[in-house]
Nanobody, 125 residues
Framework: QVQLVESGGGLVQAGGSLRLSCAAS????????MGWFRQAPGKEREFVAR????????LYADSVKGRFTISRENAKNTVYLQMNSLKPEDTAVYYC??????????????????WGQGTQVTVSS
């Protein structure tokens, strides 16, 4: 069982930046693709970004492309989400997720196996 713990959320003004971290409890982390999802109040959970196990391949939702960057440090069992030029519509609880093997659409949360507890990001206008 892999445990994921997010940190780095908080309150920031529009145009500001935050960096989220997600630390995994197992060294097998380095073999998993990792994703970030978010869920705003009253809305469904949505895909934000994904990174392959090696870090060589990344995907982004159109809404964050060019503003957010996903990266990972396998030696530290950690994946990051650097968020720049934040907008009020980025306000949500952000979750990291691990995909232990590739199947289905990587944009769908149900295709991920382990989830963190989430960290709140609030962007004020």
């Amino acid at each position: 069982q892999v445990q994921l713990v997010e940190s780095g959320g908080g309150l920031v003004q529009a145009g500001g930046s935050l960096r989220l971290s997600c630390a995994a409890s197992e060294r097998t982390f380095s073999t998993y693709a990792m994703g970030w999802f978010r869920q705003a109040p009253g809305k469904e959970r949505e895909f934000v970004a994904r990174i392959s196990w090696s870090g060589g391949s990344t995907l982004y939702a159109d809404s964050v492309k060019g503003r957010f960057t996903i990266s990972r440090e396998n030696a530290k069992n950690t994946v990051y989400l650097q968020m720049n030029s934040l907008k009020p519509e980025d306000t949500a609880v952000y979750y990291c997720a691990a995909q232990t093997y590739y199947r289905g659409s990587v944009y769908v949360g149900a295709n991920y196996d382990y989830w963190g507890q989430g960290t709140q990001v609030t962007v004020s206008s």
